[in-house]
Nanobody
Framework: QLQLVESGGGLVQSGGSLRLSCAAS????????MGWFRQAPGKEREGVSC????????NYADSVKGRFTISRDNAKSTVYLQMTSLKPEDTAVYYC?????????????WGKGTLVTVSS
């Protein structure tokens, strides 16, 4: 069984930065994509960013382009999301996902989420 555990969420002022981490453990596929999604109160879950196993493919939602950077350390089975210039509208629960077929935006497995709150 595979588990994803997010960390790094918290309260930050508008314009600030946070770095989220998501570590995979258990039965990890050989090559897999990972991604970040978020869900704000009263809204549907949306894709934020994703990255392929080798890091060649990265995608970002238009709303975070230029502010967020996704990266990964395959030796640690961990994906990161560096968030800068945070805005109140970035407030959400951020979820990590893993895709066994190395498909960006794939979601075979989910973490339980970490809350990011951006104050104005």
């Amino acid at each position: 069984q595979l588990q994803l555990v997010e960390s790094g969420g918290g309260l930050v002022q508008s314009g600030g930065s946070l770095r989220l981490s998501c570590a995979a453990s258990g039965f990890i596929p050989g090559r897999y994509a990972m991604g970040w999604f978020r869900q704000a109160p009263g809204k549907e879950r949306e894709g934020v960013s994703c990255i392929s196993f080798g890091g060649i493919t990265t995608n970002y939602a238009d709303s975070v382009k230029g502010r967020f950077t996704i990266s990964r350390d395959n030796a640690k089975s961990t994906v990161y999301l560096q968030m800068t210039s945070l805005k109140p509208e970035d407030t959400a629960v951020y979820y990590c996902a893993l895709d066994r077929r190395n498909m960006c935006w794939g979601t075979d497995y989910w973490g339980k989420g970490t809350l990011v709150t951006v104050s104005s």
